[in-house]
Structures are given as structure tokens and as C-alpha cells.
């Protein structure tokens, strides 16, 4: 099993810090992260890149708003596989990564097998999204929730020093 970044123990605070900053803008300059965490340019930019180096800074990325995108659905899709032979799983999930209206696929537990993350831009386009699962060899069932309103959401991991 990978160890995770809290338990590593090649991480500090500052490190924590660091990548506080980078979760709520990962656009700052290295110079103000310094400012922020009392370090030096340099040695902000040194950790940035090991963090990259060891795979915990993942990638960068611009969040969109999806209304003002076009996208006014967003939708959760529960998956139930008929069977669970190896090539059936396989191409099912070939088939949702493929999806570009598929922003998440999780593997899960329970009644169903996987919850994906959709969106679409109105009903009709969820339904012409939904007539794209049905004839996928496998699927045995297809539940689909539709958000009525965003509670909450956010990108940023609350990342604190484990106490000892």
C-alpha cells in the first residue's frame, strides 16, 4: 500500500501551507506563496518541485462554472453490472472513460457498481446520454439523480499536520 502524503513523513508545515495556497489559486506566483509562508522564493520553488517530482501535486488545473458554460445539468448515474466477468468490466469502463460527459467514474459498494458524475447541457441531451448507456453489453441497471441545487462544492483536500 502507498503511503500517503500525511503519513510520509518527508513533508512539514510548510509544505502543508504551500500546497494550501496552490489548492485555493494555482495560478500565485511562488513569490507570494514565500510572503504567505515566510521562505524564500527559491526554496518555495524547490519544494513545488518535489511535490511534483513525488506525484502529490498531480496537475494544475482552471475550474469552470458549468451553468455559465452551458452545462445547467449536472447528474449522478448509478451503474449495475449484470456480471463482473474481467472483459465485461473492462469495455464497460473503456466505454465510460470514452463518455465526455462523464467528469467522474467511481468503482463503488452497495446496490450499485459505479456512480458517474454527468454533465449535460439541458433534459434532452441527458436523455440522448442515457440511450448511449442502455445498449451497452452488461448493464444491468441505470439510476440517474439530477442535482437540484449546488450545496457545496469544492476542490480543495483539508489538509492539516497529523497530530502526534
Known amino acids: 500500500m502507498v503511503k500517503s502524503f500525511l503519513e510520509d513523513g518527508r513533508w512539514d508545515e510548510l509544505d502543508f501551507k504551500i500546497l494550501n495556497e496552490l489548492q485555493r489559486n494555482c495560478r500565485i506566483s511562488n513569490a507570494d506563496i514565500a510572503r ?3 521562505l524564500s522564493p527559491p526554496a518555495v520553488h524547490a519544494r513545488i518541485r518535489r511535490m511534483e517530482k513525488a506525484g502529490l501535486l498531480a496537475r494544475y488545473v482552471a475550474l469552470l462554472d458549468r451553468e455559465m458554460a452551458g452545462f445547467d445539468m449536472l447528474c449522478f448515474v448509478h451503474i449495475g453490472l449484470q456480471l463482473h466477468q474481467e472483459e465485461q468490466v473492462i469495455n464497460v469502463r473503456a466505454t465510460f472513460t470514452s463518455l465526455p460527459e462523464v ?14 458524475k ?6 434532452k441531451d441527458l436523455q440522448r446520454f442515457v440511450a ?7 448493464l444491468a441497471r441505470i439510476h440517474t439523480s439530477l442535482v437540484l ?5 469544492e476542490t480543495e483536500l483539508p489538509l492539516n499536520l497529523p497530530s502526534h
Open 118 to 123: 454527468v454533465v449535460v447541457r439541458n433534459r
Open 149 to 153: 441545487e449546488d450545496v457545496k462544492v
Open 132 to 138: 448511449r448507456l442502455t445498449p451497452i453489453p452488461g
Open 103 to 116: 467528469l467522474e467514474c467511481y468503482h463503488v459498494t452497495g446496490e450499485y457498481d459505479y456512480l458517474l
Open 36 to 38: 504567505r509562508v515566510n
